[in-house]
């Protein structure tokens, strides 16, 4: 199965502005998240900024959304390999149709629901080291 690729801003547009290309920001956490887990953006956003304060990390460090994740009974899994041991990139990469993944490629994180990439921008091309999936879900 081939993923596909909707553009998505996972709810921010529905606070800040997304329209022009200055408006965007280094959140995919907070985007992958929202679309993993089908919640409101804003509220991962404060949750993740509460524990992030409590913990002594930003959001966007793994230390803080992994734990976020495993607090909602999520599962992070070793990369998926092929021929070789080579990182499918993440248009290849074999997943139920129906699943829920929150993928992590080099320095940015992104969401596939039901065979579809749920990004800001399409991120397909790239490795996916590692990802996390909800036990029921994709597993």
Not at 75 to 90: A, D, I, N, Q, W
Request: glycine letters at 8%.
């Amino acid at each position: 199965m081939r993923i596909k690729y909707k553009k998505s801003f996972g709810g921010r547009d529905q606070y800040w502005s997304c329209k022009l290309k200055k408006d965007r920001t280094n959140d995919c956490v907070v985007r992958a998240l929202a679309h993993a887990t089908d919640t409101d953006y804003l509220v991962v956003w404060n949750e993740l900024f509460e524990l992030g304060r409590d913990i002594g990390f930003l959001p966007d460090d793994p230390r803080c959304y992994e734990e976020w994740l495993s607090d909602r009974g999520w599962v992070k899994h070793s990369p998926l390999t092929h021929s070789g041991r080579r990182k499918y990139s993440l248009k290849n990469i074999p997943v139920d149709p129906d699943g829920i993944y929150i993928f992590v490629t080099c320095g940015h994180l992104t969401a596939v629901v039901g065979g579809v990439l749920l990004d800001s921008w399409d991120c397909r091309p790239w490795k996916a080291n590692s990802y996390f999936t909800k036990p029921n879900h994709g597993e």
